[in-house]
């Protein structure tokens, strides 16, 4: 039993040090994100098998707390992303000679 536990930690140690990387690291805020989510998974894959190799149950509630943490935060992360891309409308980027949406101020359709 010795050996898988430290199969085992060894994994969730490699596991949560390549995320902690890629946070630090991660180009962009969504990478981040997506590195964090795993990180939290990790972590309760860590409590999971805590409990599994003690024989106990008295860490669900800490389990919970962290699968919310990691759902609102990616649901706030989500939302930032969201508000942000909709600074950037379709009709400042279009260049000139390109598609613009309909209705916009080069008016109905494509420009010659």
């Given amino acids: 039993m010795n050996v898988i536990f430290i199969v085992t ?5 490699i596991a ?7 946070i630090v690291r ?6 981040r994100m997506i590195a964090s989510d795993v990180l939290l998974t990790t972590l ?11 024989g106990h ?3 669900i509630p800490l389990m919970v707390v962290l699968a919310s943490t990691a759902i609102f935060a990616t649901i706030a992360v989500a939302r930032y992303v969201s508000k ?3 600074v950037q409308t379709p009709a400042t980027l279009a260049e000139p000679g390109t598609l ?10 494509a420009t010659p």
């Fill in 9 to 13: 930690s060894v994994l969730f140690t």
């Fill in 16 to 22: 949560a040090l390549l995320t902690v990387y890629r």
């Fill in 26 to 31: 991660g180009p962009s805020i969504l990478d």
């Fill in 44 to 54: 309760m894959l860590v409590v999971g098998a805590e409990m599994v190799y003690n």
């Fill in 57 to 59: 149950t008295r860490t």
């Fill in 84 to 86: 942000q891309d909709r």
């Fill in 100 to 109: 613009a949406e309909p209705g916009t101020s080069t008016g109905e359709g």
